[in-house]
Structures are given as structure tokens and as C-alpha cells.
């Protein structure tokens, strides 16, 4: 049984119920998880996991939350090479640009991104948390 690690970042929650509801789908896909706020997280928890998902909602103007995800995903730039990752994220009323900065950045930085991002707007509904059930699936099988 491999274990996969969640770590995300959420101000208002939606990208944190994003983040559970892939937690369920990597469970249903038999293997273990661990979840975890960036805040509580730290380059051993990459380290340490071949399969990873990250998640942040577009804040700023379209970039990554400045205080604690932007430096975590700098911080980890040497160690995703070769990694299965998925990113998810909520937004409001962009188009998603900060999603494709950040796939293009982690692949930049090796990382073996399982699909494109996942992207929500705003709270996800029951055809947004089944979308992240199935992607966590998807990384948990991949
Ligand atoms: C300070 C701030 C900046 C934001 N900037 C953007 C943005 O540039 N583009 C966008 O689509 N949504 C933007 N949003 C909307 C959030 O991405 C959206 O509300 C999202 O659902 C928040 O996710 P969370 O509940 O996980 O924090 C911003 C929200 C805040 C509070």
C-alpha cells in the first residue's frame, strides 16, 4: 500500500474541501493518505512521498498565497523531480492563469503531473467534489 500526501493552503475553505473530497478518492482507491495544512508541513513530508498532491486557490492577482505556499513551493523546487503530482485549486473570477503558471513551473522543476490542474470556482458542488474524489483516485493509481 503506498501513502499519498495532500498538502494545500485555504482561506475561506474551498480549496480545503477540494482537498478532502481528494483525500476520499485516494481512501476508495485502497491506498492511505495524509493530509495536511502547508502551515503544518515541511519538506520532509515531500521528501518522503512519491505521490503528492498540491493545492492553492488563485489569490493576489493570479498568483500562489504569498505567505506560506508561494515559499513552500519554492522551497521544494529541488525535490518534486520525478514525483506523481497533482495540483487543484479553487478560484473566483479569473480564468485559471494562475493554475497554468504553476503547472508550467513545477514542470520546470521535473515533476511528473498527472493531469492538468484541477480547477474549481469557488465552492465546489456535488460535480466538482465528485471531479476531485476521481482525480485523487487518479493519483492514487498512477
Ligand atoms: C485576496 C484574494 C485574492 C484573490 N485573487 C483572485 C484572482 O486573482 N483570481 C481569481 O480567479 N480569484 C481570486 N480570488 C478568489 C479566490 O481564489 C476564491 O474565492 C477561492 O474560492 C478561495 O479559495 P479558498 O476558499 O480555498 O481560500 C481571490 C480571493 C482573495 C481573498
Same mark, same amino acid.
Given at each position: 500500500?503506498?501513502?499519498?500526501m ?27 493518505? /495524509?493530509?495536511?495544512? $502547508?502551515g503544518?508541513?515541511? #519538506?520532509?513530508?515531500?521528501? +518522503? @512521498?512519491?505521490?503528492? *498532491? ?21 522551497s /521544494?523546487?529541488?525535490? $518534486?523531480?520525478?514525483?506523481? #503530482?497533482?495540483?487543484?485549486? +479553487? @478560484?473566483?473570477?479569473? *480564468?485559471?492563469e ?7 513551473r ?6 511528473d ?30
Amino acid at each position: 500500500m503506498k501513502t499519498v500526501m495532500v498538502i494545500y493552503w485555504s482561506g475561506s475553505g474551498n480549496t480545503k474541501t477540494m482537498a478532502e473530497a481528494i483525500c476520499k478518492g485516494i481512501e476508495d482507491a485502497g491506498e492511505k493518505v /495524509i493530509l495536511k495544512d $502547508v502551515g503544518s508541513a515541511s #519538506i520532509e513530508d515531500i521528501n +518522503s @512521498y512519491s505521490h503528492i *498532491a498540491l493545492g492553492c486557490p488563485s489569490m493576489g492577482a493570479e498568483v500562489l498565497e504569498e505567505v506560506e505556499m508561494e515559499p513552500f513551493i519554492d522551497s /521544494i523546487q529541488d525535490l $518534486v523531480k520525478g514525483k506523481k #503530482i497533482l495540483l487543484f485549486g +479553487s @478560484y473566483g473570477w479569473g *480564468a485559471g492563469e494562475w493554475m497554468r503558471d504553476w503547472e508550467e513551473r513545477m514542470r520546470n522543476y521535473g515533476a511528473d503531473l498527472i493531469a492538468d490542474g484541477l480547477i474549481i470556482n469557488e465552492t465546489p458542488d456535488q460535480s466538482g467534489l465528485d471531479e476531485c474524489t476521481e482525480f485523487g483516485k487518479q493519483l492514487a493509481n498512477s
